[in-house]
């Protein structure tokens, strides 16, 4: 083994980030209308949407729609983060359409932090937050 040369890195980037839906065009209308996100392309059984800078969100029709689920400590953890520039606000449009939502929650005990959760129309369950002292490429 050759110990003096410099290992390079073979992994550069996040480039797809998947998830299971029950219906692609209820999805992808539900992620562009509430995140602006835009879709690439879809079919009846999957799709790529994008939101500048970040992967592709990738879905994929599933037969048997049980959305992915993530629990510690006895309670749901997102399987998706999004960051927000008005947490407070972003709250309040889904709670004014009716969406199923979790209340204000502050990260770590932080009053800077606010997140909350919300459900897609396919169960799964995605973190909304602001992070605004976060510096960190790409945050």
């Given at each position: ?12 980037t ?25 879709h ?9 949407l ?37 947490v ?10 009716g ?7 502050y990260?770590?005990?932080i ?19 602001n ?9």
């Open positions: 083994m050759n110990t003096t040369s410099k290992s390079k890195t073979l992994v550069h996040v480039v797809q980030v998947r998830l299971p839906v029950r219906n692609i065009d209820e999805s992808v209308a539900w992620y562009e209308k509430y995140f602006g996100f835009t690439c392309w879809k079919t009846e059984e999957e799709s790529d994008r939101l500048e800078p970040g992967p592709y969100l990738f879905f994929k029709r599933v037969e048997q729609p049980i959305p992915i689920h993530i629990v510690s400590d006895g309670k749901p953890y997102a399987v998706l983060c999004i960051k927000t520039s008005d407070f606000e972003c709250y309040q449009r889904f709670v004014d359409a969406e199923e939502v979790t209340e204000i929650t990260t770590w005990g009053d800077r932090f606010p997140e909350f959760n919300v459900t897609d129309p396919s169960g799964n369950i995605i973190n909304i937050a992070y605004p002292d976060l510096h960190i490429n790409g945050f």
